[in-house]
């Protein structure tokens, strides 16, 4: 299985940039298509779709997030962070079967 | 609008069978798969199987020898059974709508199951 490797945590002041990575333990892409994807998940709550291979923002999604990478490593940024922001962040891949997920970025408050 | 739900058993015993169903609304069972997603609490998801929109199926091998998926397309809905349940296979489970499929762009609420004797 493709384990994708996270930081479990991150820790960023209000306003600033967030830069959360995925490393996969192989390529996660073909040809030109990334199959990486991102999830926001707050507590309590279901994870929630932000990004769609690599790059592309899903609908109803701030202009705040976006994703870049390719191959074996991937980055969601945040720029500005907000308060509702403060939430678990997963990648999950799509390349080989079975789709795994990272074990997530917990994005902190300094 | 799109829209999962599932329903079942919150506790069940070791060694027994866990049965859960996913009702969708908003979207077709022939056009779109849909699969079930588990979640131990303070952990990474983990995807369990897939139903697929022409009606086969797909299952992590961890889980295959355990794991059946199944539908109702009259009824809009997807079930989920495994056998031989453990400590272990306590959490959320949830049901997601399948876009590719590559990623999941819609979820369920989750439902929460302990196993516990």
């Known amino acids: 299985d493709i384990v994708l490797t996270q930081s479990p945590v991150l820790a960023v002041s209000l306003g600033q940039r967030a830069t959360i990575s995925c490393r996969a333990s192989q390529s996660v892409s073909i040809s030109s298509i990334n199959l990486m994807h991102w999830y926001q998940q707050k507590p309590g709550q279901q994870p929630k779709l932000l990004i769609y291979?690599?790059?592309n923002l899903a609908s109803g999604i701030p202009a705040r997030f976006s994703g870049s990478g390719s191959g074996t490593d991937f980055t969601l940024t945040i720029d500005p962070v907000q308060a509702d922001d403060i939430a678990a962040y997963y990648c999950?891949?799509?390349?080989?079967?079975?789709?795994?997920f990272g074990a997530g970025t917990k994005l902190e408050l300094k | 609008q799109v829209q999962l739900k599932e329903s079942g058993p919150g506790l069940v015993q070791p060694s027994e069978t866990l049965s859960l169903t996913c009702t969708v609304s908003?979207?077709?069972?022939?056009?779109?798969?849909v699969s079930w997603v588990r979640q131990p609490s303070g952990k990474g998801p983990e995807w369990m199987g897939r139903?697929?929109?022409?009606?086969?199926?797909a299952y992590n091998s961890a889980l295959k020898s355990r794991l059946s998926i199944s539908r109702d397309t009259s009824k809009n809905q997807v079930f989920l059974k495994m056998n031989s349940l453990q400590t272990d296979d306590t959490g959320t489970y949830y049901c997601?709508?399948?876009?590719?499929?590559?990623?999941?762009?819609?979820w369920g609420q989750g439902v929460m199951v302990t196993v516990s004797s």
């Open positions: 999950q891949q799509s390349r080989e079967s079975p789709d795994t």
């Open positions: 997601t709508r399948d876009y590719g499929p590559t990623y999941f762009d819609y």
């Open positions: 908003g979207f077709s069972l022939t056009s779109y798969s």
């Open positions: 291979r690599a790059s």
């Open positions: 139903m697929w929109y022409d009606g086969d199926t």
